[in-house]
């Protein structure tokens, strides 16, 4: 029989340090946790409210309860949660960015930032043709199995900036999309191509990374009909693109990227890369992703 070594767990320790305080090296191959980005979703159209302020901006109050008084809407636009970090929460409030109240599908009513029409440099070295790119572009763009289900769907992460907040916040968001949405973000990310095309004319054929130009997103003023093949298929705003048909020199010096921020997109870009290799081949093995909506209620976003 194999000597057991005897373990005596049961007596209470006030305070852990490791390895009693001492400095010990654990090598290159020490696990150290992957950064956490905040997470930047799209409604496509989920009830919500907005405060109701009076003309100098602020917030009116029923006089007869103290509550404050809110307008109810149907919200189809980007949004992060509100509470989650001080610096974005500090930055969001310091360029006037407004919050809502979104209703999600567990019934729960929970605060959120509201950019509906937020100016994003992507994060990436291209926008995949195919679900076969393995994360080797920095984004994530893959077949998987639904939860609870036989059938398969596609799934959308890319790290992304949003000018609105620059200079007070430069870091990405984590932006993410599944199913049918995956397409619409797909088409919206590749009419950069067209923006960089056009700015290649006037800088000599001069090679442009994606982040070069701030592109524009948005809900559609339509609604179209999607699902129905394992439930009830819904009316949404699709997420479209905002830039132009036409792609003037103003255009692209209103949206160029600082100069001052090159250098931490081009290094951001570099650990998008890793991190979309690293998720992909997670997901294809089928270990489970700390995706936006998970836990949160907001499969409807």
């Known amino acids: 029989m194999a000597d057991i070594i005897s373990i005596n767990a049961s007596k209470e320790v006030s305070a852990y340090i490791p390895f009693g305080g001492a400095h010990i090296d654990l090598g290159e191959g020490a696990i150290v946790p992957a950064p956490e980005h905040p997470t930047l979703q799209y409604a496509t159209g989920l009830p919500a409210q907005r405060p109701k302020l009076d003309a100098q901006g602020r917030q009116q109050i029923d006089e007869e309860t103290g509550e404050a008084l809110m307008d109810n809407l149907y919200y189809a636009g980007f949004f992060t949660a509100c509470g989650k970090d001080k610096d974005l929460d500090a930055a969001m409030m310091a360029h006037n960015i407004p919050w809502i109240n979104i209703s999600h599908g567990s019934g729960d009513v929970v605060r959120h930032w509201a950019i509906d029409k937020p100016a994003l440099f992507i994060i990436a070295k291209g926008v995949p043709s195919n679900a076969n790119s393995e994360g080797k ?23 992304v900036i949003i000018r609105q907040l620059l200079p007070d916040y430069c870091k990405p968001f984590v932006f993410t999309m599944k199913s049918t949405q995956t397409a619409d973000a797909l088409n919206a990310m590749r009419r950069q191509y067209k923006v960089l095309a056009k700015a ?11 982040w070069t130009y701030a592109a524009l997103f948005g809900a559609s003023k339509k609604q179209d009909q999607r699902g129905g093949s394992e439930g009830p298929s819904r009316m949404i705003f699709p997420m479209i693109s905002g830039i132009p048909d036409e792609i003037t020199a103003a255009y692209l010096q209103r949206h160029e990227v600082p100069l001052e921020f090159v250098d931490l997109f081009r290094e951001a870009t570099e650990h998008a890369v890793a991190w979309a290799i690293g998720l992909t081949q997670r997901i294809a093995a089928g270990v489970e992703t700390q995706e936006p909506w998970k836990g949160t209620g907001t499969d409807e976003a």
């Open 200 to 210: 290649r004319e006037f800088a000599g054929n001069m090679e442009l990374p994606l």
């Open 137 to 159: 572009l920095g984004m994530v763009y893959m077949w998987r199995q639904k939860r609870n289900s036989t059938k398969s769907e596609t799934v959308l992460y890319v790290q």
